[in-house]
């Protein structure tokens, strides 16, 4: 029997299968390179700070956006969750952020606060903060009347009620909105930094474009593409590890 | 002392409970009783203040307690937290005693999951005494249990009582467990406007 461990790596090994016969077809490295191709670029740009540099400072501003917009998008997801009044009055500016193009909010954001680092993280933090609260006030209303009860009953403070009651019961939806949230983030982030930001991964891609070099752009996004798969495994995922272990037993 | 004096409870147009009056002296263990769907959890609700929307006035004490027709723990955290988060001021020792007197003993890392549900049960009653408290409400405490664990939960219940003395008020649905529990019983019955005391 095939060991299914195995079937991610194959499927990847696949891709990269048909990049190579795809490179090979095209046979111009001006459209697409071969794999191995890209390895001097990369160390090329590893050796001269640049992709290191571009990475940290695209990281920075994921972080960012990823802190504010999980933060506020719980705060307001949680609140809809828990008020049906505020459910009624929220929903429809809900609708509308959740269906407004993220290029539009870009620019707008841009436009009114200019060409700044503010109006950046500002930008991906809108278009994320919808997202996040679509999915908390999911996990607002599934949570236990029965537990909130008892938190009542038994007057525990506030911080303990948020801290041991209610916040295990969201862990899923945090998760949840964590993970998409990360992806959807850093692909915005990069079109921020594409239309008016000079530094970072999405400015390189920018540059390396205006120039027509394909394997440049190819290695700014592997790059960062790697560097988003490593907070995934060394942060995220054993964070929910551990906030889910009590079902494991 | 307790005093409940319900004037009207309702939900929208629909009166649950109509006026609804007695006090709970120290001590004193009061069954509730009466059919299906009348309102007897809904009246508990009112006197544990979970719903203060109501037409009258409850007077209780400040040290209460609850347990509900299920366990209602949380299971994300072991035995031990779930007595240590609700009552703070429990040294170590203290939580394992309040475990020792459920028949818990040596189970404070479990997680609620890993407790059968009649262990869960015990786990809400130690959660339930470890405060000391001077009100305890309980709704249909041993119901789904099979007869052998609901007689030694009963038994159980009966000895806590004896050896806090809150003042208690208890849902059943069970004449024995009334009779055995209970020091006076009340009745709630259908009136014209809402559930009374028969």
Same mark, same amino acid.
């Given at each position: 029997?095939?060991?299914?461990?195995?079937?991610?790596?194959?499927?990847?090994?696949?891709?990269?299968?048909?990049?190579?016969?795809?490179?090979?077809?095209?046979?111009?490295?001006?459209?697409?390179?071969?794999?191995?191709?890209?390895?001097?670029?990369?160390?090329?740009?590893?050796?001269?700070?640049?992709?290191?540099?571009?990475?940290?400072?695209?990281?920075?501003?994921?972080?960012?956006?990823?802190?504010?917009?999980?933060?506020?998008?719980?705060?307001?997801?949680?609140?809809?969750?828990?008020?049906?009044?505020?459910?009624?009055?929220?929903?429809?500016?809900?609708?509308?952020?959740?269906?407004?193009?993220?290029?539009?909010?870009?620019?707008?954001?841009?436009?009114?606060?200019?060409?700044?680092?503010?109006?950046?993280?500002?930008?991906?933090?809108?278009?994320?903060?919808?997202?996040?609260?679509?999915?908390?006030?999911?996990?607002?209303?599934?949570?236990?009347?029965?537990?909130?009860?008892?938190?009542?009953?038994?007057?525990?403070?506030?911080?303990?009620?948020?801290?041991?009651?209610?916040?295990?019961?969201?862990?899923?939806?945090?998760?949840?909105?964590?993970?998409?949230?990360?992806?959807?983030?850093?692909?915005?982030?990069?079109?921020?930094?594409?239309?008016?930001?000079?530094?970072?991964?999405?400015?390189?891609?920018?540059?390396?474009?205006?120039?027509?070099?394909?394997?440049?752009?190819?290695?700014?996004?592997?790059?960062?593409?790697?560097?988003?798969?490593?907070?995934?495994?060394?942060?995220?995922?054993?964070?929910?590890?551990?906030?889910?272990?009590?079902?494991?037993? | 002392?307790?005093?409940?004096?319900?004037?009207?409870?309702?939900?929208?147009?629909?009166?649950?409970?109509?006026?609804?009056?007695?006090?709970?002296?120290?001590?004193?263990?009061?069954?509730?009783?009466?059919?299906?769907?009348?309102?007897?959890?809904?009246?508990?609700?009112?006197?544990?203040?979970?719903?203060?929307?109501?037409?009258?006035?409850?007077?209780?004490?400040?040290?209460?307690?609850?347990?509900?027709?299920?366990?209602?723990?949380?299971?994300?955290?072991?035995?031990?937290?779930?007595?240590?988060?609700?009552?703070?001021?429990?040294?170590?020792? #203290?939580? +394992?005693? *309040?475990? &020792?007197?459920?028949? !818990?003993?040596?189970?404070?890392?479990?997680?609620? %999951?890993?407790?059968? $549900?009649?262990?869960?049960?015990?786990?809400?009653?130690?959660?339930?005494?470890?405060?000391?408290?001077?009100?305890?409400?309980?709704?249909?405490?041993?119901?789904?249990? #099979?007869? +052998?664990? *609901?007689? &030694?939960?009963?038994? !159980?219940?009966?000895?806590?009582?004896?050896?806090? %003395?809150?003042?208690? $008020?208890?849902?059943?649905?069970?004449?024995?467990?009334?009779?055995?529990?209970?020091?006076?019983?009340?009745?709630?019955?259908?009136?014209?406007?809402?559930?009374?005391?028969?």
């Amino acid at each position: 029997m095939q060991d299914t461990r195995l079937t991610p790596l194959l499927s990847i090994a696949g891709l990269v299968a048909l990049w190579i016969v795809a490179a090979s077809l095209t046979a111009d490295p001006q459209v697409l390179p071969q794999p191995w191709d890209l390895i001097p670029r990369f160390k090329q740009e590893l050796v001269s700070g640049e992709l290191p540099r571009s990475l940290g400072v695209t990281l920075v501003r994921v972080i960012w956006a990823f802190a504010l917009a999980m933060t506020l998008g719980t705060i307001i997801g949680l609140s809809m969750g828990r008020s049906d009044a505020l459910n009624r009055w929220l929903d429809p500016w809900l609708v509308i952020f959740l269906n407004l193009p993220a290029l539009v909010l870009i620019v707008l954001c841009y436009l009114w606060i200019g060409l700044t680092e503010a109006a950046a993280i500002t930008a991906v933090t809108l278009n994320k903060i919808p997202n996040v609260a679509t999915i908390l006030r999911e996990g607002g209303r599934a949570l236990s009347p029965d537990l909130d009860a008892m938190a009542q009953v038994y007057q525990l403070p506030r911080q303990t009620r948020l801290r041991h009651v209610i916040l295990p019961q969201l862990t899923p939806f945090i998760a949840a909105a964590a993970r998409s949230g990360l992806s959807l983030i850093w692909k915005v982030v990069l079109v921020v930094e594409f239309l008016g930001r000079s530094s970072g991964v999405g400015f390189q891609i920018h540059l390396y474009f205006q120039l027509f070099d394909v394997a440049m752009v190819l290695v700014y996004a592997f790059s960062f593409i790697a560097v988003m798969l490593i907070v995934e495994w060394l942060v995220l995922q054993p964070w929910e590890r551990k906030a889910r272990r009590w079902r494991a037993v | 002392m307790i005093r409940i004096d319900i004037r009207q409870k309702r939900f929208g147009n629909d009166v649950v409970l109509g006026p609804v009056s007695f006090d709970i002296a120290a001590g004193e263990t009061i069954a509730l009783t009466g059919p299906s769907g009348i309102g007897k959890t809904t009246l508990l609700r009112l006197v544990a203040g979970i719903d203060p929307d109501f037409d009258g006035q409850i007077v209780r004490p400040d040290r209460l307690a609850i347990v509900f027709q299920e366990p209602t723990l949380l299971p994300w955290r072991s035995a031990s937290d779930n007595l240590i988060l609700v009552h703070p001021s429990l040294s170590r020792a #203290d939580v +394992e005693a *309040a475990l &020792t007197d459920v028949g !818990l003993d040596g189970k404070g890392n479990l997680f609620p %999951g890993q407790l059968s $549900l009649g262990q869960q049960r015990r786990l809400s009653l130690a959660r339930a005494f470890a405060g000391q408290p001077e009100f305890l409400i309980m709704d249909e405490p041993f119901v789904s249990l #099979d007869a +052998e664990t *609901a007689e &030694t939960m009963l038994t !159980l219940t009966e000895d806590l009582i004896a050896q806090h %003395g809150p003042a208690t $008020l208890f849902v059943t649905h069970s004449q024995s467990e009334a009779q055995r529990l209970s020091n006076r019983i009340l009745n709630l019955i259908s009136g014209r406007d809402g559930a009374v005391l028969g």
